[in-house]
């Protein structure tokens, strides 16, 4: 049987916790790998705001707790990185979060473009 590997989509946000967290009762329940990761367009700004830098220590710390190694990558494609790295490290489930309401439609854009890429991915929404 295959084993699970399961990837987190965080954003410089300390309320990614609980998508960490969910992640990680999803690989202890299947013995699955964690992987947490975050993709910053590299035309931003990256930790030009001291909260994000705080925010992604945190997600760092909370990642460590739970045996997972935070990556960052910088990109100009960040669909196009995503959907890389899940296929390079062969990930069976990607958990996401969902935009608090529809006027972030890059968010569920993006959710939706993983899905087409990766149909055989399993997609946990949070």
Request: aromatic share 4%; proline share 2%; net charge positive.
């Amino acid at each position: 049987m295959k084993k699970n590997k399961i990837m987190v989509c965080v954003t410089q946000q300390k309320t990614c916790e609980r998508l960490i967290l969910n992640g990680h009762r999803l690989a202890q329940a299947t013995n699955g790998k964690l992987y947490v990761i975050h993709v910053v367009n590299e035309k931003d700004k990256f930790l030009d705001n001291k909260d994000d830098g705080e925010a992604l220590e945190y997600l760092f710390g909370v990642s460590k707790k739970v045996g997972a190694d935070l990556t960052v990558l910088r990109s100009k494609d960040i669909t196009k990185t995503m959907i890389d790295f899940a296929k390079e490290n062969q990930i069976t489930h990607i958990v996401m979060g969902t935009p608090p309401s529809t006027r972030n439609l890059n968010t569920s854009d993006l959710g939706l473009k993983l899905q087409n890429a990766l149909p055989e991915v399993e997609f946990i929404k949070l």
